[in-house]
């Protein structure tokens, strides 16, 4: 199974949850990202001659070279649209409809049909985008419920990322528990007896013991879908745009 070791600070945290989030197959581009951030980190402190650079000319053939990570994210969001939002919107449907009758195949019916009316889209598109996000379908349902006015108590936002890094831990919180919740969520009919979540493909956070744990009392999840009316009624974006 991918696992995302946390840095440090909380910081680092987040631009490294932003790059799996955004790059969830690449790790080329997930380094190329952290080479941005950083330097967009540094660059102010050498300007202002706060931190000193060793090696100015590697440093200089950097800045020739350099994409601000700004600009790498709102790319990325552009090119993924609003696929993996949806690919969130499924994981949350799914585990939010009456175990008895969930399945993958009903919450995609419900948000093709949904989605007929604003902007084309079918079920087989819907299943491409399910296999090409659903390592990381965890926390787009997280993110989802993070930007949804109400649905949680002081949040703070920060344009381009996920979450604000003051908050980064209890995003992270919120993203694991819907990840062991998918992980032993399996729908009566599902094929080949599977679970929701395949934990040999699905990112999860480690170690654990860093991040707060969160239980079915603490998210108060249930099936009347608060979360996802947001997610029917318009198709939110990831980015700094």
Excluded at 157 to 163: A, S
Excluded at 212 to 218: F, S
């Amino acid at each position: 199974m991918p696992i995302l070791q946390l840095p440090t600070s909380h910081r680092a945290i987040t631009e490294a949850v932003t790059g799996m989030m955004v790059f969830p197959t690449s790790l080329s581009k997930r380094r190329e990202l952290k080479r941005a951030f950083a330097l967009d980190w540094a660059r102010p402190l050498v300007d202002a001659k706060v931190l000193e650079i060793r090696d100015t000319a590697l440093y200089e053939e950097n800045l020739k070279n350099h994409v601000p990570a700004a600009v790498l994210v709102n790319r990325a969001a552009e090119e993924m649209g609003s696929d993996p939002t949806l690919a969130g919107a499924m994981l949350l449907l799914t585990l939010g409809t009456d175990r008895r009758v969930a399945s993958l195949n009903l919450s995609n019916l419900a948000l093709d049909l949904a989605y007929k009316n604003k902007r084309p889209t079918s079920k087989r598109k819907l299943e491409y985008i399910w296999q090409e996000y659903q390592p990381v379908a965890h926390f787009w349902a997280a993110h989802q419920i993070w930007i949804t006015p109400g649905a949680m108590p002081n949040v703070k936002l920060l344009e381009g990322f996920p979450c604000h890094p003051s908050q980064v831990m209890l995003f992270l919180a919120m993203a694991e528990y819907l990840r062991r919740k998918g992980e032993n969520f399996r729908a009566p009919r599902s094929p080949n007896n599977a679970f929701l979540l395949d934990k040999n493909r699905t990112w999860r956070i480690a170690p654990a013991s860093r991040i707060g744990r969160m239980t079915d009392k603490d998210f108060r999840f249930d099936s009347m879908y608060k979360f996802l009316l947001p997610i029917l009624n318009e198709r939110k974006r990831y980015g700094t745009k």
